[in-house]
């Protein structure tokens, strides 16, 4: 049977470990010649160590698949430009995007530096233009394509000791459903994905700390949603974000209460009188979990 995405070329940024990792290794055995982006550096984004995507790639090219590292930095413009290139080099296409490349500089607002700050938001928010704008540049003018863009239930929902880093994911929301409607007319999809799994960057999380991984956990369990989302089969359903973990795939949604709404100039008073008509219910149960707080659901 032929595979998702046969015939189909496939840049994955920091997929030299991790979440990259399995999503290189199962596009490629869906029939993807992938690029292997990655910089290779520890988790907080020090170093640089160019054998991170080439043992991804000899993994994938002994399994029989086709691959190519490249160990372009995603925070510059021309790094973008570049792992675009190795794709046009190495596969002469490019079909899909997915920016993963991600590191940690967690504190709390009080203690985040400027260069923590500033760190964070360009490998990830930045990072996503520096490599999206290339390729939908690209895209544009070959028919389309379809690209997944990571952000995080820390940027969505909000988590302690994470403003700079919810800050780039939130951010990264914005990118995917403003790019969705523009790329509409170009055949572009655009899907937002907010994962969960037991990488280098979540394994020492208060609740996970001297635990074995849950099978479940594993990024390989995250690697199906995502490879539906780059694939054909999610051909509908550009600029939603997809929450893909242990717990299975779900959307996520920003929502809007019914609202006060008094048609009239009003007060402050009112406002705080309609209370139940502006804020969603509050949870008789509120599920709070070590890594992150869940909203309570909007009624339908
Ligand atoms: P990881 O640390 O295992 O993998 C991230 C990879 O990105 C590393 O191989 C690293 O070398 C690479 N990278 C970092 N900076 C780079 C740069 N400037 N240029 C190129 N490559 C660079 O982390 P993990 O967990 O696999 O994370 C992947 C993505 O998923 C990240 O964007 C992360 O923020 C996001 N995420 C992960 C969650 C999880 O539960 N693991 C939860 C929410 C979001």
């Not at 544009?140 to 995080?152: C, E, P, Q, R």
């Not at 599920?287 to 707080?293: D, F, N």
């Amino acid at each position: 049977m032929a595979g998702l995405l046969e015939g189909k070329v496939a840049i994955i940024t920091g997929a030299g470990n991790g979440l990259g990792e399995a999503y290189a290794k199962l596009f490629a055995k869906e029939g993807a010649a992938v690029v292997v982006n990655d910089l290779g550096g520890a988790r907080d984004g020090s170093g640089a160590d160019k054998s991170a995507a080439q043992k991804v790639v000899d993994a994938i090219q002994a399994a029989g698949g086709r691959a190519v590292a490249n160990g372009d930095d995603v925070s510059t413009l021309a790094g973008g430009e570049n792992i675009l290139k190795t794709a046009l080099d190495a596969f002469g296409r490019c079909d899909i995007l997915v920016c993963n490349a991600g590191i940690l500089r967690d504190k709390t607002f009080a203690n985040t530096s400027e260069a923590d700050w500033d760190a964070v938001i360009k490998v990830h928010l930045r990072g996503t233009y520096n490599c999206a704008l290339p390729v939908w540049k690209y895209m544009k003018d070959h028919g389309g394509g379809s690209m997944v863009l990571t952000s995080s239930t820390s940027g969505l929902y909000g988590n302690f000791g994470q403003t700079n880093y919810g800050a780039a994911k939130a951010g990264i929301y914005g990118m995917v459903r403003v790019m969705a409607i523009e790329g509409r007319k170009y055949n572009i999809r655009v899907m937002g994905l907010a994962p969960g799994a037991y990488t280098r960057m979540t394994s020492d999380l208060p609740g996970r700390k001297d635990r074995e991984p849950d099978p479940l956990s594993l990024p390989e369990n995250v690697a199906p949603g995502v490879l539906f989302m780059a694939s054909d089969l999610a051909a509908d359903h550009s600029g939603k974000i997809l929450g893909v973990s242990s717990r299975g795939v779900r959307e996520i949604k920003m929502m809007e209460t019914e609202g006060f709404e008094p048609g009239r100039p009003y007060t402050a008073e009112e406002v705080a009188k309609n209370a139940d008509k502006v804020f969603f219910p509050t949870p008789e149960s509120r599920r709070v979990e070590s890594v992150r707080m869940v909203q309570p659901k909007a009624p339908a």
